[in-house]
């Protein structure tokens, strides 16, 4: 057993350069994807709710299969599978910026869809008779509803987003996670170092918590002639508890 | 470079014991996570003090703590802590139950507040002892509003298990992967264990899907 009076911090200082590299990848990694997967996400949604078959299906079939099989197969899949279909090997980040994104997509594809479906229809009739085009209806009369609904679950998937990027030292992306590995094969001081990386986790996870209940503070309440099924969506907590881990 | 399914069947006997061990560890993690869930969820139910305090504080740490992280730091340092040899298997799944445990406390907490206030009130109108209101009034109604989340959650809990392979466990997707490498068939492999979890996975997602809507449109 391990005397606790014996920790010894003295790496950290030495460690720092490695530490914040590591910090910074993972950051921009999440940063970056999350924003990919907001556009390309409300691009999908839009495709699964107006278009035709041809459209709707092969989303379907992106979303289902995505949200459906482990962010780490998928990531080992697009790094050293896909390469042989490809020919291009792709560099760990890139590899990792794809699967993060592609993941984070389907699953706010699947925030936008419920968004835009919980819009009545009466408002996509009202602005057709109006004579607005198909493309202005959205823009201008859907998409302004949509956006207060689908806030708060987007700022949980932001949290998971953030999350999901330790996954990716699985590839070799020398984010956070793998670069406490590697500091913690020069010092061998697990308990430390680990101890260290989780509070940096926490603390930034916990301040984007804080934002996502916030905003989710800001946007949850009910408001007059909303229908039953968005009021549904923005506050349910039993359905948004089980959906942003792993 | 052709494409060779039949690779795969191949090595299936390995493949079918990295299943045994995934299947193993997703057994660990809830066999551990659903009683620290339910502690944890009744001392958030208690409105305040130091145990409500307590358990959000476990509940929020584990929820945002990444897996992996979580994982990593229970296999480092879980041995010297203890003084014990504890295996991959063991602190990888001690980490998914506790996260585990975060996660479905505040599942069966949502599905418990989901019961409405009459029905307590009720139940002491009638003078109903409290262990009688849990069992036969509370519990039940709570289950039906907790299914479909729970349901959800074992499906994470399944992607989940795959972070094993980061620290060595032979689990399916480690087994997959070295497979890959050794026969540089990585294609072959990695397409067919995403296969395996889609095929577990999906349907069961469905139907959770299906009885989440139908509860929506039983309770409207």
């Known amino acids: 057993m391990i005397d606790l009076t014996n920790l010894d911090f003295t790496w950290l200082p030495r460690f720092i350069i490695p530490l914040s590299w590591g910090l910074w990848t993972t950051v921009w990694l999440a940063v970056a994807a999350f924003l990919i997967a907001v556009p390309s996400g409300l691009i999908l949604a839009l495709g699964r709710v107006r278009g035709g078959w041809f459209v709707r299906w092969p989303i379907l079939a992106f979303v289902d299969v995505v949200r459906f099989t482990p962010l780490l197969v998928q990531a080992v899949w697009i790094h050293f599978a896909l390469p042989v279909l490809t020919g291009y090997s792709l560099s760990p980040n890139q590899s990792g910026l794809i699967a993060l994104s592609l993941h984070v997509s389907a699953y706010i594809c699947e925030i936008m869809?419920?968004?835009?479906?919980?819009?009545?229809k009466g408002q996509w009739e009202a602005a057709r008779a109006l004579g607005f085009r198909p493309w202005s209806i959205f823009r201008l009369?859907?998409?302004?509803?949509?956006?207060?609904?689908?806030l708060p679950p987007l700022a949980n998937t932001a949290v998971g987003t953030f999350k999901l990027t330790a996954i990716l030292g699985i590839i070799a992306v020398t984010d956070l996670t793998r670069a406490?590995?590697?500091?913690?094969?020069?010092?061998?001081?697990?308990?430390?170092?680990?101890?260290?990386v989780a509070l940096i986790y926490l603390a930034i996870?916990?301040?984007?918590?804080?934002g996502a209940a916030t905003i989710e503070r800001r946007y949850a309440t009910p408001q007059r002639g909303r229908s039953a099924a968005a009021t549904n969506l923005a506050l349910n907590p039993a359905v948004e508890a089980s959906r942003h881990g792993f | 470079m052709v494409f060779d399914p039949w690779i795969v069947l191949r090595f299936w006997p390995q493949l079918l014991d990295g299943a045994r061990i995934t299947l193993l560890a997703f057994g660990i993690a809830l066999a551990i996570g659903i009683p620290i869930a339910t502690i944890v969820c009744a001392g958030r139910l208690?409105?305040?003090?130091?145990?409500?305090?307590?358990?959000?504080?476990?509940?929020?740490v584990f929820r945002i703590i990444p897996e992996a992280v979580m994982i990593?730091?229970?296999?480092?340092?879980?041995?010297?802590?203890?003084?014990y040899a504890v295996s991959g298997l063991w602190s990888g799944s001690l980490a998914l139950a506790l996260i585990s445990g975060a996660y479905l406390a505040e599942i069966f907490r949502a599905g418990i507040q989901s019961v409405d206030r009459g029905q307590w009130e009720?139940?002491?109108?009638?003078?109903?002892?409290?262990?009688?209101t849990w069992t036969r009034i509370i519990i039940p109604q709570a289950a039906r509003f907790a299914t479909p989340p729970f349901i959800n959650f074992l499906t994470e809990l399944l992607k989940g298990t795959t972070l094993l392979a980061t620290i060595g466990v032979a689990d399916l997707a480690l087994r997959a992967y070295v497979l890959g490498s050794q026969t540089f068939r990585y294609l072959e492999f990695l397409t067919a264990i995403a296969i395996i979890y889609f095929v577990?996975?999906?349907?069961?997602?469905?139907?959770?899907?299906?009885?989440e809507h139908r509860l929506a449109a039983a309770t409207r």
Request: charged share 10%; with cysteine.
């Open chain 1, 141 to 150: 009369v859907i998409l302004p509803q949509v956006w207060p609904l689908v």
């Open chain 2, 200 to 211: 577990i996975i999906f349907p069961v997602a469905r139907f959770a899907e299906r009885i």
């Open chain 2, 122 to 132: 009720a139940a002491k109108a009638m003078a109903l002892p409290r262990w009688i």
């Open chain 2, 72 to 83: 990593f730091w229970m296999f480092y340092c879980l041995p010297p802590l203890t003084g």
């Open chain 1, 205 to 210: 996870g916990l301040l984007l918590a804080w």
């Open chain 1, 180 to 196: 406490a590995n590697r500091i913690n094969t020069f010092v061998f001081r697990p308990l430390e170092v680990y101890t260290v």
């Open chain 2, 46 to 60: 208690r409105g305040g003090g130091v145990l409500a305090g307590l358990s959000a504080g476990y509940v929020t």
């Open chain 1, 113 to 120: 869809r419920a968004g835009i479906v919980a819009i009545p």
